[in-house]
């Protein structure tokens, strides 16, 4: 199975590289996301380090689990041969309606099918209240004419 854009990357491919992450992770479905993943993807997110789709499905249904009204917006930081790096930032609410601003960064590395082999996220939450949320749309995608992080000064 190939998941274009394959590398090497250059800075359009890149970017749509990006889009269709931050797509994917938007549709809030674990399965979808781990089919960008190779089967033995190695992660490190947050204090978490694992590897494979399944543990990445058990991951992201956890996640989304407990963080509801998930909004996330990624942009490329830089890429070189089979590596991108993103900065990304998602705005969600706990269980008990606070709400929360994450903040990252990730390293991603592609086999030569275009499939995440590696995924290593460092990312910080911030509470915010629910008048500082700045992303406003219906459950799914990011529309095309939203702002990104750079835009939203973030």
Do not use: C
């Not at 089967?39 to 058990?58: L, Y």
């Not at 509801?68 to 830089?78: F, G, N, Q, S």
């Amino acid at each position: 199975m190939t998941r274009p854009p394959l590398p090497p990357f250059d800075d359009d491919s890149a970017r749509i590289k990006v889009r269709l992450a931050e797509d994917a992770w938007n549709s809030r479905e674990p399965e979808r996301v781990s089919l960008a993943y190779t089967h033995d993807s190695r992660w490190r997110n947050r204090e978490a380090i694992f590897a494979g789709r399944d543990r990445i499905v058990e991951f992201l249904t956890r996640k989304w689990a407990r963080e509801h009204e998930y909004r996330l917006i990624k942009e490329l930081w830089a890429y070189h041969g089979n590596r991108i790096a993103v900065r990304f930032a998602y705005e969600y609410r706990d269980d008990s309606s606070a709400w929360f601003r994450a903040y990252g960064n990730e390293n991603w590395e592609f086999d030569a099918d275009g499939l995440m082999r590696r995924r290593i996220a460092s990312i910080n939450d911030l509470p915010i209240t629910e008048g500082q949320r700045l992303f406003h749309w219906n459950p799914g995608a990011r529309p095309e004419d939203h702002p990104g992080l750079t835009e939203l000064g973030l």
